[in-house]
């Protein structure tokens, strides 16, 4: 059938009694395939726009893989770095990353080499293609860990990341986190929505289990493929555009000197500003507002809700409590506005939400099993109408969590 091309390709498949299983890795990986129709490639058909998956963190898969000891779930964050491609600038990177990490006073304890096959890919992504290493951070837990971690991240992206910025930003001359959490964990990179699983050798593992899993299939449109710029990112994957995004950023910039917590804690400033990284795609800076949000105390529906309002203005039917909500958060954070349809979870909940003018469409099933199938379009899984017991559209200005 013809497709009408709108820009990317989003889905999640979610257990809602949140059992992990391999099944949820597999069907998200399955549906991710089928919207390879969503992703682009350029002069070479195996150098893709960029494609990946978010998962939970499967526990029981990395206990085998590492030759040092974890401490329990939740206890530890991990992430994959992607490094210098050089080993010397690798290893300059990784002693770089061991600092700050003690600095923040938490423990690195180990790193081990992701297994990839580069095989199918293209001359193009072979060529941008950087290290990966994956890093495992000890002494926090719960939301401490996530923000303990965050500042990890977000000096690294200052302090290591800038050295190859003036080149380009590409991933195979600086130092990037696609995620650093202890709930959280992405694959993702410059490929083609069929390469992902051939590339990343872990995903083929019968071990790799999570509850959930968010795919994109990336088709770039205001910025150049690279490895950093596929989805998901660390909260977020989205298919459409977000048009205000100047706007917004300059708006956050304004405002940062106006912005105190003590959820980050002492001079929280100068290690998380600027909250969004000049130069990056619009949901990257989506992404990078939300988590600040996010792990600046509010709930994760609660942050998307102020970043994507409904249309309360002039809706004579919204309750006055609903009102209140919206009028107060427009005075400390302007509409993210555009075609999208917002995926989003931090490991915990998972959800989606439409720009508020429903300009990007959204389909969910809820198969007989209890698990739940979201994506932008209908058909991304071949599920049996006999097991579908609820099925819907996303619809503007309400959440599907």
């Not at 494609?51 to 526990?59: E, F, S, Y």
């Not at 050089?86 to 770089?96: F, M, T």
């Not at 590409?170 to 650093?180: I, M, R």
């Not at 410059?190 to 593992?205: G, K, N, S, W």
Request: with cysteine; aromatic share 8%; glycine share 10%.
């Amino acid at each position: 059938p013809a497709f009408e091309h709108d820009a990317c390709g989003v889905a999640f498949v979610v257990d809602m009694h949140g059992r992990k299983s391999r099944d949820i890795v597999e069907k998200a990986i399955t549906a991710l395939v089928n919207l390879e129709h969503r992703g682009a490639a350029g002069a070479e058909p195996n150098t893709g726009d960029g494609a990946g998956i978010l998962i939970q963190i499967p526990d029981a898969f990395f206990r085998a893989v590492v030759d040092f000891e974890l401490p329990p779930e939740g206890s530890y964050a991990t992430g994959i770095a992607f490094l210098p491609q050089g080993s010397a600038d690798a290893n300059a990177a990784v002693e770089g990353v061991d600092e700050i990490v003690g600095e923040l006073g938490l423990t690195v304890l180990g790193w081990r080499d992701v297994p990839i096959d580069d095989s199918p890919i293209g001359a193009l992504a072979r060529d941008a293609m950087p290290t990966f290493r994956q890093v495992f951070i000890g002494g926090a837990s719960g939301d401490e860990l996530e923000r303990r971690a965050y500042l990890v991240r977000k000096r690294v992206e200052h302090e290591l990341g800038r050295k190859g910025a003036g080149r380009g930003a590409q991933a195979s001359n600086t130092v990037y986190f696609p995620s650093l959490s202890g709930r959280t964990f992405v694959y993702k990179g410059m490929l083609t929505t069929p390469q992902l699983r051939a590339f990343y050798l872990d995903l083929q593992d019968e071990r790799m289990e999570s509850a959930l899993g968010i795919v994109h299939s990336r088709f770039s449109t205001n910025t150049f493929p690279s490895w950093p710029l596929a989805h998901p990112f660390r909260r977020v994957a989205h298919n459409g555009e977000i048009n205000t995004v100047t706007g917004n950023e300059n708006w956050m910039r304004a405002r940062e000197a106006l912005i105190d917590t003590s959820a980050f804690g002492p001079d929280a400033a100068e290690k998380i500003f600027p909250a969004c990284t000049p130069g990056a795609s619009d949901t990257a800076r989506f992404d990078e507002v939300l988590e600040l949000l996010h792990l600046g105390g509010r709930s994760l529906p609660h942050a998307v809700m102020m970043m994507i309002p409904e249309a309360w203005e002039n809706n004579a039917t919204i309750s006055p409590q609903r009102r209140a909500f919206c009028q107060f958060n427009a005075s400390i954070m302007e509409p993210w506005d555009g075609p999208a349809c917002v995926t989003f979870t931090d490991g915990t909940v998972v959800g989606a939400v439409l720009d508020r003018n429903g300009l990007r469409p959204g389909r969910w099933w809820r198969t007989i099993d209890d698990r739940i199938i979201l994506a932008s379009e209908a058909g991304v899984l071949d599920v049996p109408s006999a097991e579908v017991v609820a099925k819907g559209r996303l619809e503007p200005g309400r959440m599907f969590l």
